[in-house]
């Protein structure tokens, strides 16, 4: 996908996947070992040839979903890579990614930003070649920004107020930037793309507003459960999208009610 990032997309399309999860591989040009983030699903051919692209030598996870992380093990057992993330729980011989942290591997600049929103230990990685090449840099997004539609504010810890606040940091890191996220094609303008997400964002909060007022409720929902609230709201907002991804869409919307209280 570029002198230094190519991209393997495992065998597990659906409503939530897309395509597909990307895992990536990442590797200098001379460089001898790579770096795999997001391992995928238990696939056995997906983390053979993951494997194949190696030696890897550290693996990296953007956020918890198996979708991401479910093969981790399988790629340390076949690799002997530790495999580092934010949530300690997924580390396996490796520390926790702190956000601001900057690893040198496989002879490239890895930086890791904390962007919660999506999961509450979503980070995405900023990645640029040495300093003495002409390679561009990228920015690995997760499932923070996807390659089509947009991303779930996932239960039990995603947060709209979350999400916005790492909106700004991917603009700031993203002007002109190619941007990979986990699921979907490349994002050609990173920081274009952010800003029609905030823009989608903005306008679902305003269609909750609405959707309240028409259900007689103040627009904080301060007057009932969120969870009450939550099924009348989908009804309205989501009412024509596909059944499959109903559940993603009441997620989102817990996590718009839970920040219109929040405001």
């Known amino acids: 996908m570029t002198p230094f990032v190519s991209m393997l997309r495992a065998d597990n399309p659906g409503p939530m996947t897309l395509d597909g999860t990307r895992s990536y591989v990442l590797r200098a040009p001379g460089a001898v070992g790579c770096v795999v983030v997001d391992p995928g699903p238990d696939l056995d051919e997906h983390l053979d040839a993951l494997a194949g692209a190696g030696p890897v030598e550290l693996v990296l996870i953007t956020h918890r979903h198996p979708d991401h992380t479910a093969g981790s093990a399988g790629l340390r057992e076949r690799t002997g890579a530790p495999v580092r993330a934010h949530d300690p729980e997924f580390c396996l011989g490796g520390e926790p990614l702190r956000g601001g942290e900057v690893l040198d591997a496989a002879s490239l600049r890895i930086e890791v930003l904390a962007t919660p929103g999506h999961t509450r230990d979503s980070v995405s990685f900023v990645v640029s070649g040495p300093a003495s ?25 995603g947060s709209l107020h979350d999400y916005f606040e790492s909106l700004d940091t991917l603009e700031s890191a993203g002007a002109g930037t190619l941007g990979l996220p986990a699921h ?80």
């Open 133 to 157: 090449s002409d390679t561009e840099t990228v920015v690995l997004t997760g499932d923070t920004v996807l390659g089509k539609g947009t991303t779930v504010i996932a239960e039990p810890d």
């Open 184 to 263: 979907g094609e490349p994002i050609g303008d990173l920081a274009a793309a952010v800003r029609m997400y905030r823009a989608h964002r903005i306008e679902r909060l305003e269609q909750v507003r609405r959707a309240l007022d028409r259900l007689g409720v103040p627009d904080d929902g301060r007057s009932a459960e969120i969870s009450e609230l939550a099924d009348a709201v989908v009804g309205i907002v989501y009412a024509d999208v596909d059944p499959s991804v109903l559940g993603a869409a009441r997620q989102s919307v817990t996590a718009q009610l839970s920040y219109l209280r929040g405001e």
